[in-house]
T-cell receptor, first 114, second 112 residues
Framework: DGGITQSPKYLFRKEGQNVTLSCEQNLNHDAMYWYRQDPGQGLRLIYY???????QKGDIAEGYSVSREKKESFPLTVTSAQKNPTAFYLC?????????????FGPGTRLTVL | GQNIDQPTEMTATEGAIVQINCTYQTSGFNGLFWYQQHAGEAPTFLSYNVLDGLEEKGRFSSFLSRSKGYSYLLLKELQMKDSASYLC?????????????FGAGTQVVVTP
């Protein structure tokens, strides 16, 4: 079955620690995205990547870093510089072609920083 | 700047109809998507509109007016399982294909 996996589903970390959230897709999609969702707010774009070894900052990239060494993988690191990291993190992927570009989402990782 | 507005919450009874409005002002437009999201889960795709008019898909329909920057999602014959958040998202035309702007979501509560 094709899809997007994120692990773990729940993650707890102490303040000041870096943490890496994984995202893997086997849909052969070129584009991958990381979003953050807070209660009562829409999805906010952290980083996105259209091609291996290239990525761009989204609207709230400060305190986060990513890599795209393989087409199917797009891990997100939440660094200690992120002031309020507790949130629900969603990874998504899509085709890259003009027109219809539905985004497919992973199940999400809920990060709680203690 | 980019702006997508939708109501925060709507309540309706089982079997009824609910219409969720979405207005947008974005720097580009390449289509409007509606997603359903149950609490703690990933959003799932419901509908896509890129031309003006109504798209019908079973109990769900979505309408778009590009000149007015307006869309709505119509949920008919509401069921308890339709209780969820509904996200309006605009696919923006930028130099980077696939960049979305999401609304904050409308929480729909279906009561017996």
């Amino acid at each position: 079955d094709g899809g997007i996996t994120q692990s773990p589903k729940y993650l707890f970390r102490k303040e000041g620690q870096n943490v890496t959230l994984s995202c893997e897709q086997n849909l052969n999609h070129d584009a991958m995205y990381w979003y953050r969702q807070d209660p009562g707010q829409g999805l906010r774009l952290i980083y996105y990547s259209q091609i291996v070894n290239d990525f761009q900052k989204g609207d709230i990239a400060e305190g986060y870093s990513v890599s795209r060494e393989k087409k199917e993988s797009f891990p997100l690191t939440v660094t200690s510089a992120q002031k309020n990291p507790t949130a629900f993190y969603l990874c998504a992927s899509s085709e890259l072609s003009p027109g219809y570009n539905e985004q497919f989402f992973g199940p999400g990782t809920r990060l709680t920083v203690l | 700047g980019q702006n997508i507005d939708q109501p925060t919450e709507m309540t309706a009874t089982e079997g009824a109809i609910v219409q969720i409005n979405c207005t947008y002002q974005t720097s580009g437009f390449n289509g409007l998507f509606w997603y359903q999201q149950h609490a703690g889960e990933a959003p799932t795709f419901l509908s896509y509109n890129v031309l003006d008019g109504l798209e019908e898909k079973g109990r769900f329909s979505s309408f778009l007016s590009r000149s007015k920057g307006y869309s709505y999602l119509l949920l008919k014959e509401l069921q308890m399982k339709d209780s969820a958040s509904y996200l309006c998202a605009v696919l923006m035309t930028t130099d980077s294909w696939g960049k979305f702007q999401f609304g904050a979501g409308t929480q729909v509560v279906v009561t017996p």
